[in-house]
T-cell receptor, first 112, second 113 residues
Framework: QKEVEQNSGPLSVPEGAIASLNCTYSDRVSQSFFWYRQYSGKSPELIMSIYSNGDKEDGRFTAQLNKASQYVSLLIRDSQPSDSATYLCAVTSNQAGTALIFGKGTTLSVSS | KAGVTQTPRYLIKTRGQQVTLSCSPISGHRSVSWYQQTPGQGLQFLFEYFSETQRNKGNFPGRFSGRQFSNSRSEMNVSTLELGDSALYLC????????????FGPGTRLTVT
């Protein structure tokens, strides 16, 4: 059974702080990793993708991947109240990359 | 570029009925994947269609089916609805090649009474 694990939270951080979200996965052959943001009542929005070990930065977001440890994380710098949402970690389960396995998500709350 | 569209956005059905949901992918995307989202189980993969053929299937009963048309639009059907089928049904489209990124539509909220 392929699994993706995330702490459900809530993770509470003050405005301007760094939020750190973590995810572990069980399938060693997974090749592609994604972070989605989902606001309450909305659909998931892709915010980061990462395919190789190391860090990938995009604006205030940094994704980190460690395939040996089967671990992927998302850092949000200078957190804003608008970042308050559920963050979903997703991992591909097939070579075509079209069947994603999702974690249950971590709820982030940024207080002003 | 227009995003993924899904219709209808909300639907209320009765147990035993069937329902058909529609998804139009982003222009140029030929792969459509369907997911079910519930509070208890989270987001779960249903199936994927590419070039009018089902390419992958998740662990759902045969009551869940789908199809894809030559213009890449896709429909999913759920027959003999059960209360547990109440969920947000999401479709996602992609190029089905590197970088394998999938983009979600707004979803269809199905309530079974």
């Amino acid at each position: 059974q392929k699994e993706v694990e995330q702490n459900s939270g809530p993770l509470s951080v003050p405005e301007g702080a760094i939020a750190s979200l973590n995810c572990t996965y069980s399938d060693r052959v997974s090749q592609s990793f994604f972070w989605y943001r989902q606001y309450s009542g909305k659909s998931p929005e892709l915010i980061m993708s990462i395919y190789s070990n190391g860090d990938k930065e995009d604006g205030r977001f940094t994704a980190q991947l460690n395939k040996a440890s089967q671990y992927v994380s998302l850092l949000i710098r200078d957190s804003q109240p608008s970042d308050s949402a559920t963050y979903l970690c997703a991992v591909t389960s097939n070579q075509a990359g079209t069947a994603l396995i999702f974690g249950k998500g971590t709820t982030l709350s940024v207080s002003s | 570029k227009a995003g993924v569209t899904q219709t209808p956005r909300y639907l209320i059905k009765t147990r035993g009925q069937q329902v058909t949901l529609s998804c139009s992918p982003i222009s140029g995307h030929r792969s459509v994947s369907w997911y079910q989202q519930t509070p208890g189980q989270g987001l779960q993969f249903l199936f994927e269609y590419f070039s009018e053929t089902q390419r992958n299937k998740g662990n759902f009963p045969g009551r869940f089916s789908g199809r894809q048309f030559s213009n890449s639009r896709s429909e999913m059907n759920v027959s003999t609805l059960e209360l547990g089928d109440s969920a947000l049904y999401l479709c996602a489209s992609s190029y089905r090649q590197d970088p394998y990124e999938q983009y979600f539509g707004p979803g269809t909220r199905l309530t079974v009474t």
